[in-house]
């Protein structure tokens, strides 16, 4: 069963950093595409930042280029985000998701919330 | 980078009723388009990629169309349990986008 399992997340001020963490099972972790997406409370979904299964490419929104950093160890079967120089507009649940397709979600995982706040 | 549009905002519907959704991308994207399912506290679900092609598991009441810019989901017979919101992705190129979301909530 293909599980997602995100964590790290919480109550950080602006300008603070956050790393996310999501861990990954079920699949073959190394050979597939990731992805960030992001929801603000009672907002749509956004996406965030994607990366490909042997770090070929890695693209992010322009909302949080310069300022997140997506990465993945595929001896772990983990998928990171690490976020720094927070906004209050960063405040949203973040999902991990497993890219098929070239570019559509399959698996998500529960979601992770981060509030920023001061 | 390309927006995406959906109509109608919300929609109220009966079971039973067949109900359809539509998507509008600011500029071609061949069919590189997925639908979304998203229930309250929940994930979001893949119901469609590719505009027509249904995700394994997935009902057959939920179907897909369209190529280019404008793209439709319907669902025939809606079942309480369809009672979400709805969301199109294109997926043609960086940055993906998703469309602002059609709620379907009980007439």
């Known amino acids: 069963e293909v599980q997602l399992v995100e964590s790290g997340g919480g109550l950080v001020k602006p300008g603070g950093s956050l790393r996310l963490s999501c861990a990954a099972s079920g699949f073959t972790f190394s050979s597939s595409d990731m992805n960030w997406v992001r929801q603000a409370p009672g907002k749509g979904l956004e996406w965030v930042s994607s990366i490909s299964s042997s770090n070929i490419y890695i693209k992010y929104a322009d909302s949080v280029k310069g300022r997140f950093t997506i990465s993945r160890d595929n001896a772990k079967n983990s998928l990171y985000l690490q976020m720094n120089s927070l906004r209050a507009e960063d405040t949203a649940v973040y999902y991990c998701a497993r890219g098929f397709g070239s570019g559509y979600c399959d698996y998500w995982g529960q979601g992770t919330l981060v509030t920023v706040s001061s | 980078d390309i927006q995406m549009t959906q109509s109608p905002s919300s929609v109220s519907a009966s079971v039973g009723d067949r109900v359809t959704i539509t998507c509008r991308a600011s500029?071609?994207?061949?069919?590189?388009l997925a639908w979304y399912q998203q229930k309250p506290g929940k994930a979001p679900k893949v119901l469609i990629y590719?505009?027509?092609s249904l995700q394994s598991g997935v009902p057959s009441r939920f179907s897909g169309s369209g190529s280019g810019t404008d793209f439709t989901l319907t669902i025939t017979s809606l079942q309480p349990e369809d009672f979400a919101t709805y969301y199109c992705q294109q997926a043609n190129s960086f940055p993906f986008t998703f469309g602002p979301g059609t709620k379907v909530d009980i007439k």
């Open positions: 590719a505009a027509s």
């Open positions: 500029q071609g994207i061949d069919n590189w």
